[in-house]
T-cell receptor
Framework: AQSVTQPDIHITVSEGASLELRCNYS??????LFWYVQSPGQGLQLLLK??????LVQGIKGFEAEFKRSQSSFNLRKPSVHWSDAAEYFC????????????FGTGTRLTIIP | EAQVTQNPRYLITVTGKKLTVTCSQN?????MSWYRQDPGLGLRQIYY???????DKGDVPEGYKVSRKEKRNFPLILESPSPNQTSLYFC????????????FGPGTRLTVL
């Protein structure tokens, strides 16, 4: 069974600074990988996903993530955060069978300070 | 507009009073699931459904029931709610399960007194 670890419960970043949110997964093969964002009072929205090919994936709102097989990681990055990026971010892993469930991490809450 | 809808959005109830949270999607998705979100625990899957009349337990199914009589609807039923079921609930749908983008509903905030 797959699992996901997001080691940072809460991160505070200054507006305009760079951001990296960590995600480590456990799975026997190359999984499908996702990052979702949950703004306050909202449902979850897909930021980006990795299925295969280029290990650097571009998403919406200026986010990107890099799949590193050797480190079992899929860290999310943004070069310059905006106050509107304050939200909770979830990493998720899906198994390659296609009909296996999606497993979510526990989330990282991002606070932006002026 | 492609969307997943949930009703009600907010619900306060008392222990033991049966309730149903509805979920509907208009994207003809095969796969639907229910999650609960609790602080520090992230999203945990309650039940999922691969297609009409096909449902299965997720990670935390105790105290919940579901049905999938139509492709678009996937209601969550709490036959006898208890305070430990106070949580934020999300319905989601997709074409495939672990290999596809999940579309989430807006959430239902449930409080059981």
């Amino acid at each position: 069974a797959q699992s996901v670890t997001q080691p940072d419960i809460h991160i505070t970043v200054s507006e305009g600074a760079s951001l990296e949110l960590r995600c480590n997964y456990s799975y026997g093969a190359t999984p499908y990988l996702f990052w979702y964002v949950q703004s306050p009072g909202q449902g979850l929205q897909l930021l980006l996903k990795y299925f295969s090919g280029d290990t650097l994936v571009q998403g919406i709102k200026g986010f990107e993530a890099e799949f590193k097989r050797s480190q079992s990681s899929f860290n999310l990055r943004k070069p310059s955060v905006h106050w509107s990026d304050a939200a909770e971010y979830f990493c998720a892993v899906g198994a390659r069978g296609g009909n296996e469930k999606l497993t979510f991490g526990t989330g990282t809450r991002l606070t932006i300070i002026p | 507009e492609a969307q997943v809808t949930q009703n009600p959005r907010y619900l306060i109830t008392v222990t033991g009073k049966k309730l149903t949270v509805t979920c509907s999607q208009n994207m003809n998705h095969e796969y639907m699931s229910w999650y609960r979100q609790d602080p520090g625990l992230g999203l945990r899957q309650i039940y999922y459904s691969m297609n009409v009349e096909v449902t299965d337990k997720g990670d935390v199914p105790e105290g919940y029931k579901v049905s999938r009589k139509e492709k678009r609807n996937f209601p969550l039923i709490l036959e006898s709610p208890s305070p430990n079921q106070t949580s934020l609930y999300f319905c989601a749908s997709s074409f495939l399960a672990g290999a596809d983008t999940q579309y989430f509903g807006p959430g239902t905030r449930l409080t059981v007194l």
